[in-house]
């Protein structure tokens, strides 16, 4: 049983003009098991959660706290957190020209465990979790997210979940741009790793359509650095169809 | 060339040729003050027919062409011969030929001459393997017939304190293509002049490199093409990483498309990456063309330093800091070094990346 807890969380980006803040005080606690969504405008700062929580380099945290099973993720390097049990599929994750997709999930997970895993049932475990997401093989002979479409990024990232087992994951709009099969092939993977390893999930999204595969246990609407409404799933409908407006602008 | 030519233009320094080179600290290999000994450190490993290696004595090795280089006409006059490597036209050679240079001295210089030949249609990979202390000057031909294909690896794997100054000139006939892959990972200082002159029309030519300058290392290589003739093509990819105090590397690219190279299809990349503070990367894309009636010519030269998403995506996997950037610099260089095409020479080349990003304390 593991938990995330975010408090007050405060986090501004740095610029040529200055440090903006952009999260002005979240607070949210994620179990295991429990999946969550949050959904909000574009540009109200849902990424730098996620980012801030792995660790970017790119923000500063300025106030708050965020603590995996009470211990400070924020005093560690962004690889002590994902060994810590965090993961971070990325709204865009970045493209490693001349490093091999095998390459880069057989190093990660020697990371992650501590020693490099057998390799016949690490190549099983590979192949199956693309197979899992059909994906061809021949992915894992060409470089990470290199010429990849938006859709096969996605897939990739929650091959990665499957991969590495982690307890807490944040998955940052990772239904944007896939298709409609794609959708379900995706969502079932994170499913699977839901039940495989009991995860707890923050799933930023802007659309209904994925929460109908992977059901939410909160629904929160985020807007303008924080948090300002709770629900359950029932929240997503009713956002879906009346919009931001009265969270916005005020 | 005449034996007794002793008028040499001895750099200064401004000339635009040299104006990147420590002229102080080439041993007096540019002005003739360096004391040359009667050195042959070059060995030929092969028993491949229709391959034929011979050393010509220097009054029946006449070169094909002129040189403007200073330390090469030095070498043209010292050298007593020429070690000839020729490749009988219409021979496949299947198994790669190897050409091992260990030097050994840095007391006195070695000048030394090779030609590489090969007849129409033939088809060769030779590697020139170079380790050991060097103080050597070099003029590598290669004389490639109409239909041949050579591949030509030069790896720099000198010992620290090694002064290596070479030209390598290609003269690529009709429809012959020639393709060579310089490596450059060790010595003190190291300039080399890789050319290629198209004297036949479907011709071609793929110059890549790699290079990595650590504290103290000054890695040099100037490039030359020559279309001067039409329908040639030629690619040129070179990378380069540099880490600690003083660590400088030169790369320039002129590419020459003469009146007569209509239909020249030309790009030439340089890509470096700065690894710490106090390098210096100096990248000098040159494109000078006499005719419009071309295919396309292009060139690139980034200089950048680690990307943060990157290194941030690897460890967000809970890849270490040190682990990351060794992927990159490993992935940087790939492309290049896997075209060399023979897994232990690249395996041994990227342990010695990682030990260079290591030394300079990632
Ligand atoms: N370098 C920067 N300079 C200025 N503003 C920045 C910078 N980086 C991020 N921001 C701002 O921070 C805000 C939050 O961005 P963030 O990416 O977290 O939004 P988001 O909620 O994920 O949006 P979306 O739904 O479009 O993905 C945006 O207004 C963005 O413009
Ligand atoms: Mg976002």
Same mark, same amino acid.
């Given at each position: 049983m593991s938990t995330l807890e975010i408090r007050g969380l405060q986090v501004s980006v740095n610029t040529d003009a200055g440090a903006v803040e952009i999260l002005k005080g979240v607070d949210?606690? @994620?179990?295991?098991?429990?999946?969550?969504? @949050?959904?909000? !405008?574009?540009? =109200?700062?849902? =990424?730098?959660?996620?980012? =801030? @929580?792995?660790?970017? !380099?790119?923000?500063? @945290?300025?106030g708050g706290t965020v603590t995996l099973d009470g211990v400070d993720l924020l005093?560690?390097?962004?690889?002590?957190?994902?060994?810590?049990?965090?993961?971070?599929?990325?709204?865009? !994750?970045?493209?490693?020209?001349?490093?091999?997709?095998?390459?880069?999930?057989?190093?990660?997970?020697?990371?992650?465990?501590?020693?490099?895993?057998?390799?016949?049932?690490?190549?099983?475990?590979?192949k199956d979790a693309m197979e899992a997401l059909k994906m061809d093989p021949a992915f894992a002979t060409r470089n990470v997210n290199e010429g990849f479409s938006g859709g096969e990024k996605k897939r990739h990232e929650i091959m990665q979940l499957e991969l590495l087992k982690p307890k807490i994951a944040i998955l940052d709009e990772t239904d944007s741009g896939l298709d409609v099969d794609a959708l379900r092939i995706v969502s079932e993977g994170v499913v699977r790793a839901k039940e495989a390893n009991n995860l707890g999930v923050l799933l930023i999204t802007h659309y209904t359509r994925i929460l109908r595969y992977i059901k939410p246990d909160f629904v929160h609407v985020f807007a303008n650095g924080k948090i300002v409404e709770e629900g359950g799933a029932e929240l997503a409908e009713k956002l879906e169809a009346n919009g931001y407006a009265e969270y916005v602008g005020s | 060339m005449s034996l007794l030519t002793t008028n040499y233009l001895t750099p200064t320094g401004r000339e635009e040729a040299w104006r990147f080179t420590p002229l102080k600290r080439l041993g007096g290999l540019h002005d003739g003050t360096a004391k040359v000994g009667d050195r042959q450190s070059l060995s030929y490993k092969s028993s491949a027919s229709g391959v034929k290696f011979e050393r010509i004595s220097r009054e029946l090795a006449t070169s094909p062409v002129e040189t403007d280089d200073v330390v090469m006409q030095r070498v043209r006059e010292g050298a007593h011969n020429v070690a000839t490597l020729t490749i009988a036209a219409n021979t496949e050679v299947a198994e790669t030929i190897t050409l091992s240079r260990s030097a050994q001295g840095l007391d006195s210089a070695e000048f030394s001459r090779v030609r590489i030949e090969l007849g129409a249609h033939a088809r060769a990979t030779?590697?020139?393997?170079?380790?050991?202390?060097?103080?050597?000057?070099?003029?590598?031909?290669?004389?490639?017939?109409?239909?041949?294909?050579?591949?030509?690896?030069? *790896?720099?794997?000198?010992?620290?304190g090694s002064t290596h100054l070479a030209k390598?000139?290609?003269?690529?006939?009709?429809?012959?293509?020639?393709?060579?892959?310089?490596?450059?990972?060790?010595?003190?200082?190291?300039?080399?002049?890789?050319?290629?002159?198209?004297?036949?029309?479907?011709?071609?030519?793929? *110059?890549?490199?790699?290079?990595?300058?650590?504290?103290?290392?000054f890695f040099e290589h100037r490039m030359f093409v020559d279309h001067k003739v039409p329908n040639a093509k030629s690619r040129v990819n070179y990378k380069g990483a540099l880490a600690g105090q003083g660590a400088h590397t030169v790369w320039i690219g002129d590419v020459f498309i003469r009146a007569a190279a209509e239909g020249t299809d030309t790009y030439e990349l340089n890509r470096n990456l700065l690894l710490s503070d106090g390098a210096r990367a100096d990248s000098v894309p040159n494109l000078e063309i006499e005719t419009g009636e071309i295919v396309g010519a292009g060139h690139a030269s980034t200089t950048g330093r680690f990307d943060d998403e990157q290194l941030f995506y690897l460890m967000s996997r809970g890849i270490e800091l040190s682990d990351a950037r060794r992927l990159v610099v490993r992935g940087f260089f790939n492309e290049i070094v896997t075209?060399?095409?023979?897994?232990?020479?690249?395996?041994?080349?990227?342990?010695?990346?990682?030990?260079?990003?290591?030394?300079?304390?990632?």
């Open positions: 949210l606690t @994620i179990k295991s098991g429990e999946t969550h969504a @949050i959904m909000g !405008p574009n540009g =109200s700062g849902k =990424s730098t959660l996620a980012y =801030s @929580i792995a660790g970017h !380099p790119k923000y500063s @945290i300025t005093e560690m390097t962004v690889d002590e957190r994902a060994k810590a049990g965090l993961f971070l599929a990325m709204q865009y !994750p970045v493209e490693v020209p001349g490093v091999s997709v095998s390459n880069f999930l057989r190093t990660a997970v020697t990371a992650l465990r501590g020693e490099a895993p057998k390799l016949r049932t690490w190549t099983g475990e590979v | 030779v590697i020139m393997e170079n380790t050991g202390d060097a103080f050597l000057a070099e003029d590598v031909e290669f004389v490639l017939a109409p239909g041949s294909n050579l591949t030509f690896v030069s *790896l720099q794997e000198w010992n620290t390598h000139h290609a003269i690529v006939d009709r429809d012959a293509s020639f393709k060579s892959i310089t490596v450059t990972v060790g010595g003190s200082l190291v300039r080399l002049l890789p050319s290629v002159e198209f004297i036949g029309q479907g011709a071609s030519c793929e *110059l890549l490199g790699v290079y990595f300058a650590t504290e103290g290392q075209e060399i095409g023979d897994a232990v020479i690249q395996d041994r080349l990227m342990d010695r990346i990682d030990n260079e990003l290591a030394k300079a304390g990632s």
